[in-house]
């Protein structure tokens, strides 16, 4: 039942930021404030992507960990609806309303809103089973298990880009597939190039340690500085990769908002919605964007879509009790992440340094990730205070 004096919040996308912003928004606001927040999804499941995700391409059974389905978000004192397998097909900003339709009948439906958030993240577009896109968990499984298939069945495998997926994939790759040689080729000077040149060296000296237990044929090689292009076996510096590789993009994300400057939602050059130090899109008060789909300079990771969901919440639980307090602002965070390794080793970075490396991060961050469920399940979770 539609409550006439309750808050009607629409978030557009399930994942991370749309997530934990909702958790934190029902969590602060006061049952007497009383909220209706609408979650609408491609999907009918969350995913922590993340290591896990990398993990569960050679490891499927792991995914079940890293996953739960949107029907069992618990909503304490408001009125949470979760619109799952259902896409965006009109902004109304002025109007305030959001026309969705269903991804299996096609059938239509308009929402009304107060605020609009807008956390419909990115694809990972070179590599697109990578991230799950749209569909029921059931099918995001018989995808990685097909990779998986794939991966079993290799002879080589190619892992074009060095960053932190390239990366966390040839540690897992070294854990689960030893026997498989694996090239990875960078097309800058240092891998991570984006922090410290001791990660660098750091994952160097940790290719050479792996490749000592490796036998002779299944040595892992890096080719930094180098290129491949589509359809050729031949990178720019004239290493010729086996015929049959099997080949990993692991070359970035793009933000989800394809068709979105038609609706009056304004985007940089790189297609990511322009947002104020609010996380406000631009020219309008109410509509945000958060996470990997905004414009704020800085690494697209969970980490920061996280502090996106925060500030947000804050703000608006404040205006919807009234509160005059300071809005918070999001200050552009510098790269902060821990970098798999395969399962028993790691490294921290932060900013321009290597803050960490070995086995302690290594356990840490699993269980991190498994924590992130507990949240996005359940906004009175003990661990939801901390996160968000
Ligand atoms: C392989 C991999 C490993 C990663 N590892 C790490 C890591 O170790 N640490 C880290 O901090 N970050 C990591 N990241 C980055 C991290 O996954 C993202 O930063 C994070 O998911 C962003 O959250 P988000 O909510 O903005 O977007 P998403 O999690 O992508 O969520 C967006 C949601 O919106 C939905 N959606 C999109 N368009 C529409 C639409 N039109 N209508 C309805 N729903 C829609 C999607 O289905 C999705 O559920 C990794 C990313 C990848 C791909
Ligand atoms: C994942 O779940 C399984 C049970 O489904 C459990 O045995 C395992 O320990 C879990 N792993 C992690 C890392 O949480
Ligand atoms: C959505 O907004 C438009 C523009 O104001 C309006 O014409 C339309 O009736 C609205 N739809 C609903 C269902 O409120
Ligand atoms: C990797 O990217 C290239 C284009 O850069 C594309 O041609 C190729 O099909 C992609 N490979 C996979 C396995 O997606
Ligand atoms: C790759 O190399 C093999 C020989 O090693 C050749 O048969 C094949 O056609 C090559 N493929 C492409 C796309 O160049
Ligand atoms: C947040 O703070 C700004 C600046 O004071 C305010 O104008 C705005 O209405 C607040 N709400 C949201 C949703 O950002």
Same mark, same amino acid.
């Given at each position: 039942?539609s409550?006439?004096? &309750?808050?009607k919040?629409v978030?557009?996308?399930?994942g991370?930021?749309g !997530? *934990? *912003?909702?958790?934190?928004?029902m969590r602060?606001?006061?049952k007497?404030?009383?909220l209706e927040? !609408?979650?609408?999804? /491609?999907?009918?499941?969350?995913e @922590?992507?993340?290591?896990?995700?990398?993990r569960s391409?050679? &490891?499927?059974?792991y995914?079940?960990?890293m996953?739960?389905?949107?029907?069992?978000?618990?909503s304490?004192?408001?009125k949470?609806?979760?619109l799952s397998?259902?896409?965006? =097909?009109?902004f109304?900003?002025?109007?305030?309303?959001?026309?969705i339709?269903?991804?299996?009948?096609?059938?239509?439906?308009?929402?009304v809103?107060d605020?609009?958030?807008?956390?419909?993240?990115? &694809?990972?577009?070179? #590599?697109?089973? $990578?991230r799950?896109?749209?569909?029921?968990?059931?099918?995001?499984?018989?995808?990685?298990e097909?990779?998986?298939?794939?991966i079993?069945g290799a002879?080589?495998v190619?892992?074009?880009?060095?960053?932190s997926?390239?990366i966390?994939l040839?540690?897992?790759?070294?854990?689960? #597939?030893?026997?498989v040689p694996v090239t990875?080729?960078h097309?800058k000077?240092?891998?991570?190039?984006?922090t410290?040149?001791?990660?660098?060296?750091?994952?160097?000296?940790w290719?050479?340690k792996?490749?000592?237990?490796?036998?002779?044929?299944? /040595?892992? =090689?890096?080719?930094v500085d180098?290129?491949i292009?589509?359809?050729?076996?031949?990178t720019t510096?004239g290493?010729?990769l086996?015929?049959?590789?099997?080949?990993f993009?692991?070359?970035?994300?793009?933000?989800?908002?394809? +068709?979105?400057e038609?609706?009056?939602?304004? $985007?940089?050059?790189s +297609?990511?919605?322009?947002v104020?130090?609010?996380?406000?899109?631009e020219?309008h =008060?109410?509509?945000l964007?958060?996470?990997?789909?905004?414009?704020?300079?800085?690494e697209?990771?969970?980490? #920061?879509?996280r502090?996106h969901?925060?500030?947000?919440? @804050?703000?608006?639980?404040?205006e919807?009790?009234?509160?005059?307090t300071?809005?918070?602002?999001?200050?552009?965070?510098?790269?902060?992440s821990?970098?798999m390794?395969?399962?028993?080793?790691?490294?921290?970075?932060? +900013?321009?340094?290597?803050?960490g490396? +070995?086995?302690? #991060?290594?356990?840490?961050?699993?269980?991190?990730?498994s924590?992130?469920?507990?949240?996005?399940?359940?906004?009175?979770?003990?661990? &939801?205070k901390?996160?968000?």
């Amino acid at each position: 039942m539609s409550q006439q004096n &309750s808050t009607k919040v629409v978030v557009v996308g399930g994942g991370l930021a749309g !997530t *934990f *912003f909702a958790a934190s928004l029902m969590r602060r606001v006061s049952k007497k404030h009383h909220l209706e927040v !609408t979650i609408i999804d /491609k999907k009918d499941f969350f995913e @922590v992507v993340g290591y896990g995700t990398i993990r569960s391409l050679v &490891s499927p059974t792991y995914h079940s960990n890293m996953t739960h389905t949107y029907s069992s978000i618990a909503s304490n004192d408001h009125k949470l609806v979760v619109l799952s397998n259902k896409k965006t =097909t009109n902004f109304d900003l002025n109007g305030k309303n959001v026309t969705i339709s269903d991804i299996t009948s096609g059938e239509s439906d308009t929402i009304v809103f107060d605020y609009l958030v807008i956390a419909v993240g990115s &694809s990972y577009s070179s #590599f697109p089973n $990578l991230r799950p896109a749209e569909g029921v968990l059931a099918d995001r499984r018989a995808n990685l298990e097909k990779i998986n298939k794939d991966i079993q069945g290799a002879k080589h495998v190619t892992i074009v880009g060095g960053g932190s997926v390239g990366i966390e994939l040839m540690g897992e790759l070294n854990d689960h #597939f030893p026997s498989v040689p694996v090239t990875l080729i960078h097309g800058k000077s240092q891998l991570l190039e984006r922090t410290s040149k001791d990660a660098h060296s750091y994952i160097l000296n940790w290719v050479e340690k792996v490749n000592k237990k490796r036998p002779e044929a299944s /040595k892992i =090689t890096i080719l930094v500085d180098d290129r491949i292009d589509a359809g050729s076996n031949v990178t720019t510096k004239g290493v010729t990769l086996p015929a049959d590789t099997l080949r990993f993009n692991c070359t970035g994300p793009k933000p989800n908002t394809a +068709g979105f400057e038609a609706f009056g939602i304004p $985007l940089d050059e790189s +297609g990511r919605i322009r947002v104020d130090e609010h996380l406000r899109v631009e020219g309008h =008060t109410n509509v945000l964007a958060l996470g990997d789909a905004n414009n704020v300079v800085e690494e697209k990771i969970s980490n #920061f879509a996280r502090l996106h969901a925060k500030v947000a919440a @804050v703000n608006i639980s404040n205006e919807v009790q009234g509160k005059n307090t300071q809005p918070l602002k999001h200050v552009p965070q510098e790269y902060q992440s821990v970098i798999m390794l395969g399962k028993s080793d790691a490294i921290m970075v932060q +900013g321009n340094s290597l803050k960490g490396k +070995g086995k302690m #991060f290594a356990w840490m961050k699993p269980k991190i990730e498994s924590s992130i469920i507990g949240v996005a399940k359940n906004p009175n979770a003990f661990m &939801s205070k901390m996160f968000v």
